[in-house]
């Protein structure tokens, strides 16, 4: 990417391009699949509430520094944390930031790739009409039996990552910015449907604004907010190089707050729709909320089995959510693939590389439910969960942490100023740097530090 990049720098052609693919990036199976089954496992308004501060304290202030990173080295993550570093007088040592945020990707992107194959296989399902006046028992037996069923996972799984890798390299971004211009909304004109549907006909949906809204100091722990914090980072692609790389093409004309505003807004409004849309479902018919991963797959196609146009919404949800999931794991894959590729490597050979070892680490995954569902990782944790639990909650407020120290107390400030295109005396920019310099850095290590002092104080 990094030749064709210096060549092509204007390739986000506008800001809106940018938006639109980093929106592309953040908005994926983060908001639709992850959000709602966090959000039931660990007490719904509470989870919520917390993650909802995580964005706004740590998220916000974090991508700006990624954005602005990004657009000062022009690179990988790695080369252009090096060469600001440089710039900077710094130790050449903060490029291993970017190193770290690779290898999240691929850990990420392994586990992903098994949930997007699942979206894969659920179009199927919609269009052989699986979901036919179906109600929960039938549905919760679908996804079980995916779950079961090693060769299929490993089948859609295999799929996803070939998509994923005939998209990188067929460089067709034009065409993706294209496909998330009609599709994106198109996603949101569902989702408010599903949300109307759950408002109209479920009868429980002020039950599910309790449950989501209704903060409850009991339901407080390490825990969730651990957890709350991990899905902010993941739901905005941050902590890994995804939006950093990103930033690298982004045109200087574009205004980096407003751009930020945008993404996080989006991002964090298609996790609060599905939500809506999902839990009077998981109400009205009866399910627990935290039952787990499945819920999603397990909930709306009990309704697109019972509405009118039923079969036609289901195989367009599924369809847009494989969509939102293929966008995000392109941005997944970008950061290893623009360094590999700065080290020499053609774009398709470094993509073809990093895509064949993250299909491989993914087979593990894949195997959680069946061959390997014996094997427990981190406490009761499978090999999923475990790999889950270290990228996102570990891996990547790590990563973000390491991006605001590096950008808050090692890069000037008049660097960051002129990049911004502001000055800093300006009120804006004093607000960012000093959450990005205390209130991000404190955050994400005091979230961490509880947890790893829980861990091994019982
Ligand atoms: N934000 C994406 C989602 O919500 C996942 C992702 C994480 C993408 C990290 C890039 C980097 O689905």
Redesign the pocket.
């Known amino acids: 990417m990094a030749k064709a990049q210096s060549s092509e720098h204007g390739e986000w052609s506008s800001g809106l391009a940018f938006v639109l693919a980093a929106t592309g990036?953040?908005?994926?199976?983060?908001?639709?699949?992850?959000f709602p089954y966090k959000a039931g496992e660990n007490g719904g308004a509470t989870f919520v509430l917390i993650y909802l501060l995580c964005i706004a304290l740590v998220g916000l202030p974090v991508m700006v520094a990624e954005i602005t990173l990004g657009r000062r080295g022009k690179r990988s993550p790695v080369n252009s944390i090096r060469s600001i570093a440089g710039d900077e007088r710094q130790s050449s040592r903060w490029r291993f930031v970017g190193v770290v945020g690779i290898a999240?990707?691929v850990l990420?992107l392994s586990f992903?790739s098994v949930v997007g194959g699942w979206t894969l296989y659920y179009i199927g399902q919609a269009v052989v009409g699986a979901f036919e006046g179906i109600g929960s028992d039938a549905s919760s037996a679908i996804f079980a039996d995916l779950k079961k069923n090693a060769a299929v996972i490993i089948t859609c799984h295999t799929l996803f990552m070939l998509i994923l890798y005939g998209i990188v390299v067929a460089g067709v971004r034009k065409g993706l910015q294209r496909a998330v211009t009609l599709l994106m909304p198109l996603l949101f004109a569902i989702l408010i449907l599903l949300v109307g549907y759950s408002m109209a006909a479920t009868g429980a949906f002020g039950q599910a604004l309790e449950f989501l809204f209704k903060f409850k100091t009991a339901d407080l722990s390490g825990t969730v907010i651990f957890e709350a914090m991990g899905q902010a980072?993941?739901?905005?692609?941050?902590?890994?190089g995804?939006?950093m790389v990103y930033g690298a093409y982004l045109p200087k004309s574009e205004s980096i707050p407003k751009t930020t505003g945008w993404i996080v807004g989006m991002?964090t409004l298609v996790a609060l729709l599905a939500g809506l849309a999902i839990f009077p479902i998981v109400f009205s018919v009866g399910k627990e909320p935290a039952s787990g991963f499945g819920l999603v797959f397990e909930t709306l196609p009990i309704v697109f089995g019972k509405i009118p146009l039923g079969y036609f919404l289901g195989v367009t949800f599924f369809v847009l959510l494989s969509v939102?999931?293929v966008t995000?794991?392109i941005?997944?894959l970008e950061p290893a693939t623009s360094y590999f590729t700065e080290r020499g490597g053609s774009r398709s050979l470094a993509a073809g590389g990093v895509a064949f070892v993250i299909w491989l680490a993914g087979l593990p995954s894949a195997l959680t439910w069946n061959l390997l569902s014996d094997v427990h990782v981190v406490g009761e944790r499978g090999i999923f969960g475990s790999v889950l639990l270290l990228a996102?909650e570990v891996m990547?407020p790590v990563g973000g942490l390491l991006v605001a120290i590096f950008a808050g107390w090692f890069v000037r400030g008049s660097t960051l100023a002129r990049e911004l295109e502001t000055h800093q005396g300006q009120w804006l920019f004093m607000t960012w740097l000093i959450t990005l310099r205390f209130v991000a850095p404190l955050g994400i290590a005091m979230v961490l530090g509880f947890k790893l002092w829980g861990a091994f104080a019982g």
């Open positions: 990036s953040a908005v994926g199976l983060g908001n639709l699949w992850g999240a990707g990420i992903y980072f993941f739901s905005l692609s941050l902590g890994m995804a939006i991002d939102a999931a995000s794991g941005s997944l996102n990547l």
